[in-house]
């Protein structure tokens, strides 16, 4: 069975730092795309940031500079940096795999909770 776990939500002040990781069950590389999403109250799920089995990465205007996604293809798990935090980041962050041949179809998480207050 094919899954994606998140781990390293929590409650932190503004301007400080969290990572969040996304583990992979079996190999990282049936997944193309693996991104991070978040859904903050009253919101859509809106993309946040994406990286390409490659390494190509892209990111949501709103976290540009604060933000990075990198991959540890050996620990099959995908990171999120998230540094300068803001209230407007309080969500719930959710990984997606985008799955390759056999494995086609997008694979989410149950999704890890980051609050941003003082």
């Known amino acids: 069975q094919v899954q994606v776990v998140e781990s390293g939500g929590g409650l932190v002040q503004p301007g400080g730092s969290l990572r969040l990781s996304c583990a992979c069950s079996?190999?990282?590389?049936?997944?193309?795309?693996m991104g991070w999403y978040r859904q903050g109250p009253g919101k859509q799920r809106e993309l946040v940031a994406a990286?390409?089995?490659?390494?190509?990465?892209n990111y949501a205007d709103s976290v540009k500079g604060r933000f990075t996604i990198s991959r540890d293809n050996a620990k099959n798990t995908v990171y999120l940096q998230m540094n300068s935090l803001k209230p407007e980041d309080t969500a719930v962050y959710y990984c997606?795999?985008?799955?390759?041949?056999?494995?086609?179809?997008?694979?989410w998480g149950q999704g890890t909770q980051v609050t941003v207050s003082s």
């Open positions: 079996g190999s990282i590389f049936k997944f193309s795309l």
């Open positions: 990286i390409t089995i490659n390494g190509s990465t």
């Open positions: 997606k795999g985008h799955g390759l041949g056999y494995f086609s179809g997008d694979y």
